[in-house]
């Protein structure tokens, strides 16, 4: 399908299926605005198929959720945007709170770099192949990563 002709709506979902059937895990679409599920292990490959083929030229965010006491404990989460149509995908990852790790999106959108160190930062998320995972916002001897759930209120002592 033409990018210009590329809806966000159920349509992206058909089109993730036919790039690969197992991407998809889940959808939901609430107020126009859609999410997807995607397996943990494709997101890399997901995002550059939604950038080259589908036009979601613009990462806008990642952040992450903490379910803690839940499992799978973490969702790594990607915000999507189709300039050229002003249109918007949420991309959710469900990752295990004792393996809390993904693979990088730097080779699809180089923005992903500090929105990834950031998350790591506050998280623990660890992105596989980043080029430069460091603390971003604190310092490098902080223990712990303080938007988890079960990080202590008055920090570690």
Request: glycine share 6%; with cysteine; charged share 30%.
């Amino acid at each position: 399908m033409p990018v210009d002709s590329m809806p966000v709506d159920g349509n992206l979902t058909a089109e993730l299926g036919a790039f690969d059937a197992e991407a998809v895990l889940a959808e939901k679409l609430d107020r126009g605005e859609l999410t997807l599920e995607i397996t943990p292990g494709k997101i890399a490959a997901v995002c550059a198929h939604l950038k080259t083929a589908c036009g979601f030229e613009r990462l806008s965010g990642v952040t992450a959720v903490d379910r803690y006491p839940s499992e799978p404990r973490f969702e790594a989460v990607y915000h999507l945007h189709s300039v050229s149509r002003n249109e918007r995908v949420r991309l959710k990852c469900r990752l295990r709170g004792d393996s809390a790790e993904i693979d990088s999106v730097t080779l699809v959108w180089r923005s992903a770099n500090w929105y990834e160190r950031e998350v790591f930062d506050l998280f623990g998320i660890h992105f596989r192949n980043h080029p430069d995972l460091r603390r971003i916002m604190l310092p490098d001897d902080w223990q712990g990563h303080p938007l988890r759930k079960d990080y202590p209120v008055r920090g570690y002592k």
